[in-house]
């Protein structure tokens, strides 16, 4: 696997707001918890899950009932639907794509992406969510960098994005 570039100093100057800044009003990883990190000066924290049309949701879970009460997996959704569940305690709009926290963003703080595992066994990824980020992020010129949990996303990351910092999240967990 190739070095990652250095991450950039903006990274190290600040806060960074883990799944933006959300609170009252503003659920995790929505624009609104975005657009309160930016106001704020802090960098931004966001995962991503796939959707089934391709898409990189911003979302943590891999089901959507926490964070919209409507059961089932996000990859079972389209982008389009998963826009059109609230998520709750927030104003009324639905999960955003990563193109929409790009443009809102819009190079004004850091920004780290979470890549969420898809394997469960932190395995060999199909390489799909990994490519939808790098579609993304084509021609972003913000401070950007990523992570996941699962060594195989950010080999794929690598390849795909090899101008990009990325790095491995880990944590205590019982490897088997």
Known sequence: MPDAPPLPPAFLARPI??????G???PENSLAAV????AAGYG?????????????LVFHDEDAGRLTGASGPVAAR???EMARLPLLGGDGAGAPTLPQVLAEVA???PLLIEVKDQTGTMGETDGALEAAVAAAL?????????????PHAVATLARLLPGIPRG?????????
């Open 138 to 150: 084509a021609g972003y010129r913000g401070p950007v960098a990523a992570m996941s949990f699962n």
């Open 107 to 109: 190079g004004r703080v």
């Open 17 to 22: 707001a883990h799944r933006a800044l959300h």
């Open 44 to 56: 931004i924290e966001v995962d991503v899950q796939p959707t089934a049309d391709g898409q990189a």
């Open 168 to 176: 491995l999240t880990t944590s205590a967990y019982d490897p088997r």
């Open 78 to 80: 389209t982008a389009a």
């Open 35 to 38: 657009r309160a990190a930016v």
């Open 24 to 26: 009252p009003g503003r």
